[in-house]
């Protein structure tokens, strides 16, 4: 039974043969279909096919019946040719390879003889051969071993020659035979042996040692009675064994004597004799001398004796072919023993020695011109010691310029233990006198400061002058019997420019009470600077019994000065600021009239203007806001009184520390130019008639020496901030101080560049200055910057200032802001004993500066102030007035906070609108005192402070509309 096929698989198409048609019959049939009359209609089927078949041949074959037959016939000639070609084939194989009478087997067998014949004469003619090619190679050795018994060693090297070729010209059959084997061994004895004498032989007839240099014309070879002359050993000798000789020999002679000879003392001594066998023999012998008794220039004259024994012992008996190259192999050694251990080590540190070293130099150069070129043959155009000695002063300034810069740099790496010199700067101002104006009446006019406006002149630096110091200070002179410490004039002058934050525009002068004008200033008549200021307030009674702004000048601002960064607690500050500020009212919102009389008191009362003030040698600060009533103030005209305009030099001294390695440095600066110019000075005479191109070096000469100069001031700079890189970092004062040093060589290389007249030297001293100026600039920045995020991290403690109104966060944000107080009095202090005054002031300044800034715009961004939260960060504002204390000189004088922390007006006065009702705001508004603040500022911290209320609606829209001088 047929497999049944799947019906996945494709159906079988339908088919075309009869074949196929009747096995698909059958392969579709089942055992129940399958029977016997089926079987009997496929037989019936297949036999009609095969009939079918059959016809269609026939018909076909009827169709074309003569091709046909054509077909036919020639297919029956094909296969009778085939038959005869097979029986002609089968009849000549028999012919050619029969066993006996074929064609092949009889000629192999007549080759075969033939062959046999030729190979029987061949081994003749070989053994013919090599019987007489050995009887040749016995005849020759038996000569050899003759000569080499005799001791005739030079005869025997060239018996050996010929041997070889013959040896070496053996038939191939007898190359590789046990007797020509034995024959090439015995020949390599014989030639080792010859090879071993004539070694011998040279070994006793050159003798080269630690001292001594020995050679024998004649030698006897040992073991015979021959003599041989040192040229025919030399000249026997096999090539590989006199290059292997002549490179020991110029080893020797190049250790022990070129090197030796010019680097040790010694003397020389030069025999002829005999040694124990009667044999001739010359000897050069060094012994060492004393060193302290040694004239240099008999090194050269001890070198010269040793190559005038060799050109007259050794070099005649050198082999023509080899004498040339041996000499020229001793060229580079010479001059090089002449150069690096001669002339660079014996060259001099110091400009004295240099004269009698310039006359060394020349009878070296002398030296390599008879011998070198003149005896071993070198090049004219090569002429080391010659090229060498032509830059003989840019050898010594390089020389001299690794000396120096070592030196430097031993100074700049070594640990100076803290060791500082202050440096002191004067400073010479030009103050003007106010010339003569005739009284003129102001036009009406608002004023929030109440101040006569300031008078600045500018300040030049003049020449530093290095003193060492054991106290911390600034130690200022007093160029006037005046005892303020500052040194002020009578006339106002106006400091040297700092790099800080520009101030803050004068404001316009408040108009003072008409008085007649006085005919000459007197000290008497001289207004108190404090009482402008409000410092006076504790000296005289108010007569205001509310009010709270009196206080008694014994305060700790006033002391600060004298302890500027002790710890002050937060309980003991004063209850007001050190500047005459405003104090919040007690009562219900009313008429300001305390903070006007706070405002009226620093008024003068009827003072005339009739001195001028002496100005700070530091920029003077702005003065402090003093509120005065429009209503109260009249419009007199301005007081001027005629003083002198003749310009008047006021000369103020500052100081600031430097490390004493800095000062090194400076110094060796100097003393690297002033060996410089003496160089340059000394040379014509040093190098006259000496150096062959001596034009083409003038220019040079002295240049390489002056620019270490620069070279110093770089190595500093790029050496001493990474040896003390982690020292740097760690220490507040060190990197104020390294800044300093920076500054002071600056300064330094500027000075030198002035009086530098080589133009490439005075350009790379000021751009060494000045990149050490950005170093130092920049390394001060930012060590400030540092300080500034370590203070700032600190009252980010604080987290804002938000919800005061908690015990707890107000013991976290008083914690912060007197850790901050705390980290800036540190810091101050630390400065103050390496800085500069003025540079001292603008860097606390700076610190304190972001130390507010970050305060005042955390506490004006707090959306809702409650009354407790505004007490209290008033309270946490008050801690930082003990700040004012780094800035007071004197306490009978106001303190310098104003003019270099822009932010501490603004600072004070937020504290007071914090306890401050909506009519003292309204009042400060009104009066400009809150001219520091952004309308925006105030507009959300009234809304912060006080409830919703038509009053606040009201001062909300005065804000609004902008300050009185904006409009």
Not at 568 to 589: G, W, Y
Request: aromatic content about 6%; some cysteine; proline content about 7%.
């Amino acid at each position: 039974m047929a497999f049944p096929i799947p019906s996945h698989l494709p159906r079988r198409g339908v088919p075309q043969d009869i074949s196929t048609q009747i096995l698909a019959k059958i392969s579709s049939a089942t055992t129940k279909t399958l029977t016997a009359d089926l079987a009997t209609s496929w037989i019936a089927e297949l036999d009609e096919a095969i009939l079918q078949t059959k016809s269609r041949i026939h018909e076909r074959l009827n169709a074309d019946l003569p091709a046909f037959h054509h077909l036919l016939s020639t297919s029956k000639s094909v296969q009778h040719r085939l038959q005869t070609l097979t029986d002609n084939v089968d009849t000549l194989t028999d012919a050619v390879s029969h066993p006996e009478s074929g064609l092949i087997p009889t000629l192999v067998s007549a080759l075969s003889a033939h062959a046999k014949l030729a190979q029987q004469t061949l081994d003749a003619e070989v053994l013919h051969e090599s019987l007489s090619h050995l009887l040749r190679c016995r005849t020759e050795f038996d000569a050899l071993n003759g000569l080499v018994n005799d001791g005739r060693l030079p005869e025997a090297v060239q018996s050996l020659e010929g041997l070889d070729r013959v040896l070496s010209g053996a038939p191939v059959a007898l190359a590789q035979s046990e007797a020509m084997v034995d024959m090439k061994r015995q020949f390599r004895a014989v030639k080792d042996r010859v090879e071993e004498q004539l070694s011998d032989a040279y070994n006793r007839g050159i003798v080269v040692s630690a001292h001594t240099i020995i050679v024998r014309p004649t030698i006897q070879v040992r073991q015979s009675s021959a003599t041989l002359t040192l040229s025919s050993i030399m000249s026997s000798l096999a090539p590989a064994s006199l290059a292997s000789h002549l490179a020991t020999l110029r080893r020797d002679l190049t250790t022990h004597y070129l090197r030796f000879v010019v680097s040790q003392p010694a003397s020389v001594s030069l025999t002829t004799g005999k040694d124990a066998t009667g044999t001739p023999e010359h000897t050069l012998t060094l012994y060492p001398s004393p060193s302290n008794t040694e004239d240099r220039s008999q090194r050269l004259k001890n070198l010269a004796s040793v190559f005038g024994f060799l050109q007259h012992e050794l070099f005649p008996a050198l082999p023509p072919t080899q004498a040339a190259s041996f000499k020229q192999s001793l060229c580079k050694p010479l001059t090089t023993a002449l150069l690096q251990h001669f002339l660079i080590p014996l060259l001099p540190s110091s400009l004295n020695a240099l004269p009698a070293f310039v006359d060394l130099v020349q009878q070296a150069v002398d030296l390599e011109g008879k011998y070198v070129i003149d005896m071993l043959g070198q090049d004219t155009r090569d002429r080391e010691v010659q090229a060498w000695a032509d830059g003989i002063a840019t050898h010594y300034e390089r020389k001299r310029r690794a000396e120096m810069l070592e030196q430097a740099r031993e100074v700049i790496i070594k640990d100076d233990e803290g060791r500082r010199i202050h440096v002191e700067v004067i400073l010479e101002e030009m103050s003007n006198a106010v010339p003569e104006v005739a009284p003129e009446q102001l036009e009406e006019q608002e004023s929030a400061w109440g101040f006569e406006e300031e008078q600045v002149a500018i300040g030049s630096s003049n020449e530093e002058a290095i003193t060492a110091r054991e106290e911390d200070g600034w130690g200022f002179e007093e160029p006037t019997e005046d005892p303020d410490g500052w040194g002020f004039d009578d006339e106002p002058a106006e400091p040297e420019p700092e790099p800080e934050p520009e101030p803050e525009p004068e404001p316009e002068p408040v108009p003072q009470p008409s008085l007649p004008p006085a005919p000459e200033p007197e000290a008497s008549q001289e207004e108190d600077p404090a009482d402008a200021w409000g410092w006076n307030e504790g000296d005289e009674p108010v007569n205001d019994e509310g009010s709270g702004a009196s206080t008694s000048p014994e305060t700790d601002t006033s002391s600060a000065w004298d302890d500027p960064w002790a710890d002050v607690d937060s309980a003991a500050a004063p209850d007001r600021l050190p500047l005459a500020l405003i104090t919040r009212s007690e009562t219900a919102p009313k008429r300001a009239t305390r903070l006007e009389k706070l405002a009226n008191k620093g008024k003068p009362k009827h003072t005339p203007q009739t001195s001028i003030e002496s100005a700070p040698a530091v920029a003077p600060p702005p003065p402090t806001p003093i509120i005065t009533r429009k209503s109260e103030l009249s419009r007199p005209p301005r007081i001027t009184v005629p003083v002198n305009n003749k310009p008047k030099v006021v000369q103020v001294k500052e100081t600031y520390a430097v490390s004493a390695r800095a000062r090194d440095v400076a110094g060796a600066v100097e003393a690297v130019l002033y060996e410089g110019a003496q160089f340059i000075a000394a040379a014509p005479v040093i190098f006259a008639g000496f150096v062959e191109h001596q034009h083409q070096h003038t220019r040079q000469r002295g240049t390489v020496l002056l620019q270490t100069a620069p070279a110093v001031f770089d190595l500093f700079r790029a050496l001493y901030p990474v040896r003390f890189a982690r020292a740097l970092a760690d220490s507040v004062d060190r990197a104020v101080v390294f800044s300093n040093d920076c500054a002071y060589l600056s300064e330094c290389a500027a000075r030198l560049a002035l009086g530098e007249k080589e133009e490439d030297v005075k350009s790379k001293l000021i751009e060494a200055g000045e990149r050490l100026e950005v170093l130092g600039t920049s390394w001060f920045e930012d060590s400030l910057e540092r300080q500034k995020l370590a203070v700032l991290e600190t009252l980010g403690e604080a987290e804002g200032f938000v919800e005061t109104g908690d015990q707890d966060r107000f013991d976290e944000c008083e914690t912060a802001v007197t850790s901050a107080l705390s980290q800036i009095r540190r810091v101050a202090k630390q400065w103050k004993g390496v800085m500069r005054k003025s540079k001292y002031y603008a860097a606390a300044g700076a610190l304190v500066e972001a130390a507010l800034v970050t305060i005042l715009d955390d506490i004006l961004a707090l959306p809702d102030i409650t009354e407790v939260e505004s007490h209290r960060l008033s309270e946490l504002c008050r801690i930082m007035n003990a700040i004012e204390g780094i800035f007071m000189e004197d306490p009978d004088q106001p303190s310098l906070v104003v003019a270099y922390v822009p932010s501490w007006l603004k600072f004070s006065y937020l504290s007071e609108i914090l306890e401050a009702s909506l009519a003292d705001v309204s009042y400060l508004f009104d009066e400009g005192a809150l001219v520091d603040f952004e309308m925006q500022e105030l507009v959300k911290l009234v809304r912060a402070l006080f409830a919703d209320m038509p009053q606040r609606t009201s001062l909300v829209n005065k804000l609004m509309g902008g300050h009185l001088q904006a409009r």
